[in-house]
């Protein structure tokens, strides 16, 4: 009886291991598929996928894909079987862009819904995105984000930080920054999904969308919390790699390199003159104080709290000298030195 057992344990572990190399074919008759990568974030799923539960409109599965995880959501997942339609993947680590791509080559809904793990969607995220596509088919979309209010302090001056005029010259934040997206099924698959980019694939799939000629529009109705990062350590690190991917797809695209995209490298330079400056003249320093108050008083207005206010220089100063730095760093590399995506910062991909 036990060798029995045993056999049939090993078949079963062969299966799996064969389904969880190949894409598994399902009948494609969802309308959405949700498609989350996670990575050492367990936490935040749980979070994300408990808003899930509270959406009115129902037609929708949850694909969540484990990115090598060292500390895994599987437990999470699970509590969730009985109350959503949830597929859950664990596979070696690759980064975002192909992680997506494995999510989404196992999942069966008409339109991709591409979710970071730190997300929280709103009651009615999915109706205002069924009510838009009912007034007119699109190809793609994508939506705005807010914090919530069970945001810690440092986390509302790190999203004023990516939202505000003042640190990113209105390319992100309010109504206009598609910040979470959806792609029609057909989209997705022609253009071969996401690239093995490391930083920047999600603008680089953007840019390919808008290449191709397909149709995309913002939902403004279809807004999500968008916690970033916790701390200020690892939104720095967030932002770095942001620089080093606006280089990235400047090799690639270069047409998509915009004035916009210069100013926090032109800031970080601009601080360091100033710095360098102090011990000569303090009246060098004018300007950064200047600009600290500004951000500050902005902040303290926006969130209604000086705590807040405060944090919020803090954040800006690392988001644009993060950024920036990023941004020289990989200029240098890719530029100067001409060294390729993969070679130039190899300490920074997955390992």
């Known amino acids: 009886m036990h060798g029995k057992i045993t056999v049939c344990h090993q078949i079963k572990t062969y299966l799996c291991n064969i389904n969880s190399r190949n894409p598994i074919k399902r009948d494609r008759d969802m309308r959405y598929s949700v498609i989350i990568p996670v990575y050492n974030r367990p936490d935040e799923a749980d979070e994300l996928l408990q808003s899930l539960t509270r959406q009115s409109f ?46 989404a080559e196992r999942s069966r809904g008409e339109y991709l819904i591409i979710l970071d793990s730190d997300c929280i969607l709103p009651e009615g995220y999915f109706a205002a995105v069924e009510e838009e596509l009912q007034k007119a088919p699109t190809d793609a979309f994508g939506g705005p984000d807010r914090a ?12 004023y930080s990516m939202t505000s005029f003042f640190t990113t010259g ?44 397909y149709a995309c529009r913002l939902f403004p109705g279809a807004w999500v919390y968008h916690k970033r990062r916790t701390d200020l350590k690892k939104f720095f690190k967030q932002v770095h790699n942001s620089g080093i991917a606006r280089i ?35 009246y060098s320093l004018l300007p950064i104080a200047l600009y600290a108050l ?31 730095t990023g941004f020289w760093r990989a200029w240098w590399n890719r ?9 130039a910062f190899k300490k920074n991909f997955y390992k």
């Open 58 to 103: 129902k037609d929708f599965e949850v694909i969540i894909v484990e990115d090598g995880s060292s500390v895994p959501c599987k437990d999470v997942a699970e509590r969730y079987q009985n109350i959503l339609d949830i597929h859950y993947y664990a596979k070696p680590n690759s980064g975002p862009g192909q992680t997506r791509n494995y999510g």
């Open 148 to 159: 919530h209010v069970s945001f810690t302090d440092i986390q509302k001056a790190i999203n």
């Open 170 to 213: 209105g390319i992100r934040g309010g109504k206009k920054k598609m910040d979470n997206m959806g792609v029609r099924r057909e989209v997705y698959e022609t253009l071969g999904g996401f690239s093995r980019m490391r930083f920047g694939e999600d603008i680089d799939f953007s840019i390919r969308i808008f290449k191709g000629g």
């Open 248 to 282: 990235n797809l400047y090799k690639k695209y270069p047409e998509s390199l915009k004035t916009v995209h210069l100013l926090p490298a032109a800031f970080t330079l601009g601080v360091a003159v100033l710095l360098a400056g102090a011990p000569f003249c303090l």
């Open 294 to 324: 500004l951000v500050c008083t902005d902040s303290t207005l926006r969130n209604k709290s000086l705590r807040i206010g405060v944090y919020s220089i803090a954040a800006a100063f690392i988001q644009l000298i993060g950024y920036g």
């Open 335 to 343: 530029c100067i030195c001409g060294k390729d995506e993969f070679e």
